[in-house]
Each structure stands twice: as structure tokens, then as C-alpha cells.
């Protein structure tokens, strides 16, 4: 099983960028490491999906972040990144990083506050 490492959260302004890293140790070959992403959960909301990507570069964008944040991954140097643009208060939530969908491994998150 992977680990996930994260970083890059914190506060930021209505409309500003925050760029968000998710290093994956463990073996490339790790089928858990097929399809890896991003989801968030608000206070007092459920978990939800932000963004996923496979090996080869699909992506999968949930509805409220498409246009305004993009996924990518180095499949060399095992990271995902989520790239987040005109942030809203809105986006404000706790960040994971995941490998291998809801029953694999989960980061143990990040905050990201949008806020004025």
C-alpha cells in the first residue's frame, strides 16, 4: 500500500491561486496508483470528489472547479498536483489526497481557506 504525503494549503483571497502537491511513496507499479486525485469536505459536508486522473492522463472534473482547476501527475517523480484558480469561499474545505478510489489510501489532508 502507498503513502501519501501533501502540501501547499492555506489562506487565500477570494479570486487568488493556490497550488496544492500530492507525493506518492511507493512502487510506480502499485496498481492503487492507476487512477489518484483530489477530493475536499466542508464543514458539516460530506466528502466530495474535486478531481481525478489516470496513468495516462484522463480526467475526470467535478462541475463546481471545472475551468478554475486542473489536475496533473509526474507518473516519474509519483506526484499529483491540483492546480486552483479563482478560488471562491466556496472551495474552502479540507483537501485529500487519494490513491485507488474510496476503499484505497487517503492523505491526511490539507486546509484550504478562502477568505478576505
Known amino acids: 500500500q502507498v503513502q501519501l504525503e501533501e502540501s501547499g494549503g492555506g489562506l487565500v483571497q477570494p479570486g487568488g491561486s493556490l497550488r496544492l502537491a500530492c507525493t506518492v511513496l511507493g512502487s510506480f507499479f502499485s496498481s492503487e496508483i492507476d487512477v489518484v486525485g483530489w477530493y475536499r469536505q466542508a464543514p458539516g459536508g460530506q466528502r466530495e470528489l474535486v478531481a481525478t486522473?489516470?496513468?495516462?492522463?484522463?480526467?475526470n472534473i467535478a462541475d463546481s472547479v471545472k475551468g478554475r482547476f486542473t489536475i496533473s501527475r509526474d507518473n516519474f517523480r509519483l506526484t499529483v498536483s491540483l492546480q486552483m484558480n479563482r478560488l471562491k469561499s466556496e472551495d474552502t474545505a479540507v483537501y485529500y489526497c487519494n490513491a485507488g478510489g474510496h476503499f484505497g489510501t487517503w492523505g491526511q489532508g490539507i486546509q484550504v481557506t478562502v477568505s478576505s
Open positions: 486522473i489516470t496513468r495516462s492522463g484522463m480526467t
